[in-house]
């Protein structure tokens, strides 16, 4: 008798539970979701303040923080002439954020058997100079090679690179223009960024492969990390969700209201770069990063290789390292003409942190951002 008189109240509580539940859904809902909301409003406000200011019509941030909650926002416009709102989804060309996909190409590679980083990149590429040169030094940048761009994709600093970028350009085209341009220092000497290190890269991966690049990184790091909204543009092909891109400088064209130059013409005429014709989203750039680091492209030990800074040397293998007063961070940088992004990972706190914005000439808010979320 006491069994199932304990056995019925416990049936009735659970019918009252029930009922306050089915009655009361929305109060339900809202206490369970009511601090992630002010969490993402606050992110919002965040970034919003952090891109006051900055003159770069759009933004979009994705922050994944040490615990694991993700957040996405965006501001302003990814289109100034039809006044499109920038999204969280919207797409950027990722300039050389692709270096660090490439060096891990070239690690799964080497883990293959099918290429050291001592061997000299003429034993794949022909490419004058190339038997002084180790395929590592393509990867962090002391080749001394000419740069294809002069100095860097600046009017000022190259007045004929504007009308060089009017016309669609290949690997090979831009690979014959470097191999025309007096090496910068001997092989080895320092470490300089150069365009034309990329393009070697990709000319070894695909002549390895015997398959086109685009190929090898949607095997190889797209479709395992599930990256949906990352690919190589086709020429001619229309993306709406790519966001325009914008110069604030002189050469590139007629200037619009308020002075920036639309350039989403040229960055179209790139698309056959490694280094320049991958588009990708914030949300993309994320899940690359934090599968990179946590060791599904690579083995441990070709991951500490590429992120570690050996002595006499600035920078990892395709990777970078920057110490300042905001701590270390990890990661990569990307530069395209119309477009600006970073991928980096705060080793003090844990947290990775991707910008993109659609104005190539100028510096990204990270350092707002952060002084704003995480104090100074």
Not at 174 to 198: D, F, H, S, W
């Amino acid at each position: 008798m006491f069994e199932m008189i304990r056995i019925l109240k416990a049936a009735l509580i659970m019918i009252i539970v029930l009922h306050i539940l089915l009655v009361f859904p929305a109060l339900a809902i809202h206490r369970a979701g009511g601090t992630e909301n002010k969490d993402v409003k606050k992110f919002q406000a965040q970034i919003e303040e952090a891109s006051r200011d900055s003159g770069i019509p759009g933004l979009v941030f994705a922050l994944k923080e040490q615990e694991g909650r993700i957040f996405t926002g965006a501001v302003g416009s990814s289109d100034i002439e039809k006044g499109k709102a920038m999204r969280t989804d919207s797409s950027f060309y990722i300039g050389s954020i692709s270096q660090s996909m490439l060096a891990a190409v070239v690690f799964m590679l080497e883990e293959e058997g099918r290429l050291e980083l001592d061997d000299t990149i003429s034993d794949f590429v022909e490419f004058p100079g190339g038997e002084a040169v180790k395929v590592e030094m393509l990867l962090d940048h002391s080749s001394g090679f000419a740069d294809w761009t002069g100095r860097d994709l600046t009017s000022t600093d190259n007045p004929k690179l504007p009308e060089l970028l009017k016309a669609p350009q290949t690997i090979d085209s831009l690979i014959k223009i470097a191999a025309a341009g007096k090496p910068a220092y001997p092989p080895g000497e320092r470490q300089e960024a150069c365009y034309t290190n990329m393009l070697l890269l990709t000319k070894l991966i695909e002549n390895i492969e015997d398959k086109p690049a685009s190929t090898v990184l949607e095997e190889r790091i797209f479709k395992p990390l599930a990256m949906r909204d990352t690919r190589y543009l086709k020429a001619g092909e229309k993306l709406k969700s790519l966001a325009d891109g914008y110069r604030a400088e002189e050469g590139w064209g007629q200037p619009l209201e308020g002075g920036l130059t639309e350039v989403g013409w040229v960055d179209d005429n790139l698309r056959a770069l490694p280094d320049q014709g991958i588009v990708s989203t914030a949300g993309d750039v994320l899940k690359y990063h934090v599968g990179l680091r946590e060791g599904k492209l690579i083995s441990p030990e070709s991951w500490e290789r590429m992120r570690t800074v050996r002595p006499g040397k600035i920078n990892g293998l395709g990777y970078l390292v920057l110490k300042g007063a905001h701590g270390t961070w990890e990661g990569n940088t990307g530069h395209a003409v119309g477009h600006l992004c970073i991928n980096l990972f705060h080793v003090d706190k844990g947290f990775y942190l991707v910008v993109m914005g659609n104005l190539g000439d100028t510096g990204l808010p990270v350092a707002k951002f952060y002084n704003i979320r995480y104090g100074n």
